[in-house]
């Protein structure tokens, strides 16, 4: 999968892009940090990518962006998470 993400003024290395899937029955939520793969072309924009098994359909998975920096503690309820809505 991959996502297009424009910062702006951010740091790239301020932010953490994420899938995230809810849990499917007892399971817990899948989340699979995206790398940055490169630049777009557009001041700021950048590509994400990861890769992730078939076993689940891609639109159980919704890209998010969360602040990062080491020792981070983000709950999913944080104002400051961007949801993707398609």
Known sequence: ???KVYL????PKAVQVQLFAEPQGNG?????VMEVAEA???A???LYRASISARRPAEHYTPRIIP???GAA???EA???LWYES
Request: proline fraction near 4%; glycine fraction near 8%.
């Open 1 to 3: 999968m991959t996502v």
């Open 8 to 11: 702006d003024k951010l740091d």
């Open 28 to 32: 817990e939520s899948e989340i699979h």
């Open 40 to 42: 777009d072309g557009t």
């Open 44 to 46: 700021n924009g950048y």
């Open 68 to 70: 990062y920096f080491d």
């Open 74 to 76: 983000v709950p999913l």
């Open 79 to 81: 104002r400051q998470i």
